[in-house]
């Protein structure tokens, strides 16, 4: 008699990450870190987030910006939507849900919109589609440096009841401190580690998600003290993905219909549709550990945990629907060329 055996599919573009960021969500919840050693490991976690930068740097090549940086066009065109379109978007689902939504998720949603694009799944999806790589590198790289100095002042213009203090000039400056100086220093640093790098990716990636596990879990757990759970309900999360779900499908119809109506080639048109349609939980995590009080940031960091899964899914998806487009425009190119060299 057969033995069946079940295995376990996740659905398509589903990040294994995210039940890593769950599983870190719970133990905070269950086992917060507390008094002395929430200081301490506190202080472990800006040193392994000064480490991550570092490595960002270390990755991002020359040859990679020069072979982009010329296309201005469409780099201007991913920071309008990254920097522009998102905030409007921001204050436009802050307004719709005033009176009604919890004040702590509208912030968390404002902060989402407020924050530069990310760099990897940018590539990587541009890659899968047929896109211009080398375009999608500098802009969503230029995006995440740009970002370091815009986010604190947009959020300093449009957040700084949240922000606490509300000093944009303080803000920046810690930023600068803690992210953008070890990010110059690993660019500095190519030709003693790129080679280095490059033969232990499997290491570099798990620095890159340990060091956002930890912001996760000090965050969560200052949260989880100062009563997260009380505050937040299942409708409040349930408003979270509704609203996630609203900023992701118009900022993705906007960047399409833009591409096209600026006359964009298509393998522009995916570069520009990856890049200016995601936001950063790498660089969102660690900028709010930076802007908003510790028992704040738990709270303020959810919408965007969603928004990073749920950006992963629908974009892998979309990247699969280019490809296919663009092998049925080469294989249709083919036919027409074969034919007519008959």
Known sequence: MPILTM??????????????????????????????????FGRMTVAAIALLFFLHGAKLSREAIVAGISHWRLHLLVAASTFVLFPILGLGVQALGHGWMNPQIAAGLLFLCLLPSTVQSSIAFT?????????????????NLVGIFITPVLVGLLMGAHAGAGDTLHSMEAIALQLLAPFILGH?????????????????????????LMVVYSAFSAAVVDGLWRKLSALDLAVVLGMDGLILAVALVCTTWAARAFGFSRADEIAIVFCGSKKSLASGVPMAGVLFPAAAVGPIIVPLMLFHQMQLMVCAVLARRYAAGTARQAAEIGTISSSTHR
């Open 127 to 143: 890659s899968i589609a047929g896109g211009n790589v080398p375009a999608a590198v500098c802009s969503a790289s230029a995006s």
């Open 7 to 40: 295995r376990l599919k996740l659905p398509a573009g589903f990040d294994p990450f995210l039940l890593a960021l769950v599983s870190v969500v719970t133990v905070a919840s269950l086992l917060p870190c507390r008094g002395l050693a929430a200081t301490v």
């Open 188 to 212: 500095l640093s190519r030709p003693l580690t790129a080679k280095v790098l490059g033969a232990h990716k499997k290491v570099v990636n798990l620095v890159d998600r340990g060091s956002i």
